[in-house]
T-cell receptor
Framework: TQLLEQSPQFLSIQEGENLTVYCNSS?????LQWYRQEPGEGPVLLVT?????EVKKLKRLTFQFGDARKDSSLHITAAQPGDTGLYLC?????????????FGTGTQLKVEL | NAGVMQNPRHLVRRRGQEARLRCSPM?????VYWYRQLPEEGLKFMVY????????ESGMPKERFSAEFPKEGPSILRIQQVVRGDSAAYFC??????????????FGEGSWLTVV
């Protein structure tokens, strides 16, 4: 059983379109982080959310942490080819999970011209 | 990738040999994590260390794998008698404090192990 489920698993869209990636769990997280990973590289941190209901914006990317701290979403406005990559959510389980991040299944995004 | 240094970036080993992967955390970070990413799979936690201590090794295979983070020097992930199934990308990450306290984990660029 996967602790963190991401959807969709794959997404192929045209430049200029909007998209939302979801990260869901039945567990409560003390914090949740979003990363982007390019082929052959390590995950690069995009954002950390800590407070339930928190919304953070990073240029065209909007991140939201659910009120109950069990889920999160990433919304990209006017996607560009440079947004192509693997998007990963990762959470620190509040209780019983230890001090480590558990990663989601990932969303592979491809933005075409 | 935010200063976490891993080497080597690429390593080829024959079956039965040993692989040693090194990781220097970001300056000021005393918490180190190792993750493994198998082809077509997600990142899986292996081990969490603080200086000279293994805090959580629940993700480490029971045999052939070991990790250390000595008082001086980098963290080392050691794989003895490698098999083809060990071929993967191994990522090191570090943080300034405990993740459950809201600290962010930063990743290195990874070490790609190929076992032939």
């Amino acid at each position: 059983t996967q602790l963190l489920e991401q959807s969709p698993q794959f997404l192929s869209i045209q430049e200029g379109e909007n998209l939302t990636v979801y990260c869901n769990s039945s567990s409560v997280f003390s914090s949740l982080q979003w990363y982007r990973q390019e082929p052959g590289e390590g995950p690069v941190l995009l954002v950390t959310v800590v407070t339930g209901g928190e919304v953070k914006k990073l240029k065209r990317l909007t991140f939201q942490f659910g009120d109950a701290r069990k889920d999160s979403s990433l919304h990209i406005t006017a996607a560009q080819p440079g947004d192509t990559g693997l998007y990963l959510c990762a959470g620190a389980v509040l209780t019983g999970g230890g001090n480590k991040l558990t990663f989601g299944t990932g969303t592979q995004l491809k933005v075409e011209l | 990738n935010a200063g976490v240094m891993q080497n080597p970036r690429h390593l080829v080993r024959r079956r039965g040999q040993e692989a040693r992967l090194r990781c220097s955390p970001m300056k000021g970070h005393s918490h180190v994590y190792w993750y493994r990413q198998l082809p077509e799979e997600g990142l899986k936690f292996m081990v969490y260390l603080q200086k000279e201590n293994i805090i959580d090794e629940s993700g480490m295979p029971k045999e052939r794998f070991s990790a250390e983070f000595p008082k001086e020097g980098p963290s080392i992930l050691r794989i003895q008698q490698v098999v083809r199934g060990d071929s993967a990308a191994y990522f090191c990450a570090s943080s300034p404090g405990q993740v459950n306290s809201g600290n962010t984990i930063y990743f290195g660029e990874g070490s790609w192990l190929t076992v032939v």
